[in-house]
């Protein structure tokens, strides 16, 4: 079963075994605004945790969005490319953005969980 968390920098993630699918919360879309463009990253890419692993662009700014853990991309969103206003619609959801093979287990313990998110937003 699936265990979702959540970092500081308004990630969520989904884990899955060693499978992490990653997106940004709702709260962040909402402080976006209305997507225009996502530039995804490739199949294959090694993250790190930290590296700006997408950048999301809005009618506001362009924003990074950082790998919360080490790992390896395997699969990106591909619907984002035609529809990027998916990641405002269903941030949570459909909107996801990537998927990563986890490479250090032990880097889940310094993610938040939704409470802790919640109380981070304030």
């Given at each position: ?85 998916l990641v405002n619609s269903a941030a949570t959801g459909d909107g996801w953005l990537w998927k990563m093979k986890l490479a250090d287990e032990g880097q889940l313990a310094g993610l938040l969980d939704e ?8």
């Amino acid at each position: 079963m699936a265990k979702t968390y959540f970092t500081e920098d308004h990630e969520w993630l989904s884990v899955d075994g060693n499978v992490v699918t990653v997106g940004i919360t709702d709260y962040a879309q909402e402080q976006l605004g209305d997507l225009v463009f996502v530039d995804l990253p490739e199949i294959g890419r090694k993250l790190t945790k930290g590296e700006t692993a997408v950048v999301v662009e809005s009618v506001k700014a362009a924003s990074d969005v950082y790998a919360p853990l080490d790992g390896e991309i395997t699969e990106v969103n591909g619907a984002l490319s035609g529809d990027p206003a998916l990641v405002n619609s269903a941030a949570t959801g459909d909107g996801w953005l990537w998927k990563m093979k986890l490479a250090d287990e032990g880097q889940l313990a310094g993610l938040l969980d939704e409470a802790g998110y919640k109380a981070h937003i304030g």
